[in-house]
């Protein structure tokens, strides 16, 4: 996968978690391929633990 195509996935993880933001494609000047694909995976990680955390508080509503 090439760094655009990483950097494109970062920029959709984070779109999902609010307003339409971008990253400028300068950052890939400074940025390694291993340095991209950490990005993406610490934001998988904190995508599963946003859902885990809305399910947790979905178990209290249901109780009330």
Do not use: C, R, T
Request: no cysteine; charged share 35%; net charge negative.
């Amino acid at each position: 996968m090439s760094k655009e195509e990483l950097l494109q996935e970062i920029v959709e993880l984070i779109n999902e978690y609010g307003s339409p933001s971008s990253i400028n494609p300068s950052v890939l000047g400074f940025l390694e391929l291993e340095d991209l694909e950490s990005i993406k995976a610490s934001l998988i990680e904190n995508k599963k633990h946003h859902l885990d955390d809305k399910e947790w508080l979905n178990q209290f509503k249901k109780e009330i």
